[in-house]
């Protein structure tokens, strides 16, 4: 059974940091493409960040130079640091895993709450 379990959200005030963490069971995230996708009230769903297995990283272009998408093997998790937030970065985050980039077919965690306060 595949598990994404993610953890580190919260409450942060303007300008502040937060590390998202996504620990994965049932899979090995080396062999998969992991993104972090999040959901504003209200809002359609949007990707923030991706890693393929070849480490390639993609970003939103709202979260460029302040969002840093890594991974830590030994512990199968994919982290996603998170600077100079901003209010319009609140929403829910959640953790996605692909091996075929179909991230639709793949496997989600369900989601931290992320809330930036003025």
């Known amino acids: 059974q595949v598990q994404l379990v993610e953890s580190g959200g919260g409450l942060v005030q303007a300008g502040g940091s937060l590390r998202l963490s996504c620990t994965a069971s049932?899979?090995?995230?080396?062999?998969?493409?992991m993104a972090w996708y999040r959901q504003a009230a209200g809002k359609q769903r949007e990707m923030v960040a991706s890693?393929?297995?070849?480490?390639?990283?993609n970003y939103a272009d709202s979260v460029k130079g302040r969002f840093t998408i890594s991974r830590d093997y030994a512990k199968n998790t994919v982290y996603l640091q998170m600077n100079s937030l901003k209010p319009e970065d609140t929403a829910v985050y959640s953790c996605?895993?692909?091996?075929?980039?179909?991230?639709?077919?793949?496997?989600w965690g369900q989601g931290t709450q992320v809330t930036v306060s003025l």
């Open positions: 996605a895993a692909t091996r075929d980039g179909n991230w639709s077919r793949g496997y």
């Open positions: 049932g899979i090995t995230i080396s062999t998969h493409a």
């Open positions: 890693i393929t297995a070849l480490s390639t990283r």
